[in-house]
T-cell receptor, first 112, second 115 residues
């Protein structure tokens, strides 16, 4: 079983719509959760981190964590063409030497 | 702060050649990592160093060695490059303990081609 699973997409949404990205993880011992954005040919860029159950909002981005169901989601409101990228979900387990485990990413295209 | 820096940005090797990828961070992070990224495979951990003086294998360590030179620097060495090691290599760092989030930050990457 993979540590982190994401729907690879591609996901297409029209400009101005809400994009919803989902991720599940297998280890209940996972402690911290992250969303990275990666543009083609670039390195992953951290956009959201969440530690506690519930929602965390930062601008147009909202991360949601549900530890009981072992899923993390990212909502992007008012999607812009510049949001077109691959989004990587990651989890951190400090008790494994502070390792991070990544999903394979979801490709998002925002259509003007 | 430069964050995480990597050298070189691009490299072409012939099969059997050796090389070292360099990584440095100026964020006073304890932990450092080397990943490779291949199309459709996501990020795969090669080696990591949870703290200065320690290194551990990740998911795909074969063909690689690492050195945690000091708290700032973590190098990755390919002793005898193979075409299967053609990939994009990312170095990353994170803090351990203390802050709840332990956020991880990436360098710009090295694109390596082995002919």
């Amino acid at each position: 079983q993979k540590e982190v699973e994401q729907n690879s997409g591609p996901l297409s949404v029209p400009e101005g719509a809400i994009a919803s990205l989902n991720c599940t993880y297998s280890d209940r011992g996972s402690q911290s959760f992250f969303w990275y954005r990666q543009y083609s040919g670039k390195s992953p860029e951290l956009i959201m981190s969440i530690y506690s159950n519930g929602d965390k909002e930062d601008g147009r981005f909202t991360a949601q964590l549900n530890k009981a169901s072992q899923y993390v989601s990212l909502l992007i409101r008012d999607s812009q063409p510049s949001d077109s990228a691959t989004y990587l979900c990651a989890v951190n387990k400090q008790y494994t030497g502070n390792q991070f485990y990544f999903g394979t990413g979801t490709s998002l295209t925002v259509i003007p | 702060n430069a964050g995480v820096t990597q050298t070189p940005k691009f490299q072409v090797l012939k099969t059997g050649q050796s090389m070292t990828l360099q990584c440095a961070q100026d964020m006073n992070h304890n932990s450092m990592y080397w990943y490779r990224q291949d199309p459709g495979m996501g990020l795969r951990l090669i080696y990591y160093s949870a703290s200065e003086g320690t290194t551990d294998k990740g998911e795909v360590p074969n063909g690689y060695n690492v050195s945690r030179l000091n708290k700032r620097e973590f190098s990755l060495r390919l002793e005898s490059a193979a075409p299967s090691q053609t990939s994009v290599y990312f170095c990353a760092s994170s803090v351990i303990g203390g802050r709840a989030y332990n956020e991880q930050f990436f360098g710009p990457g090295t694109r390596l081609t082995v002919l």
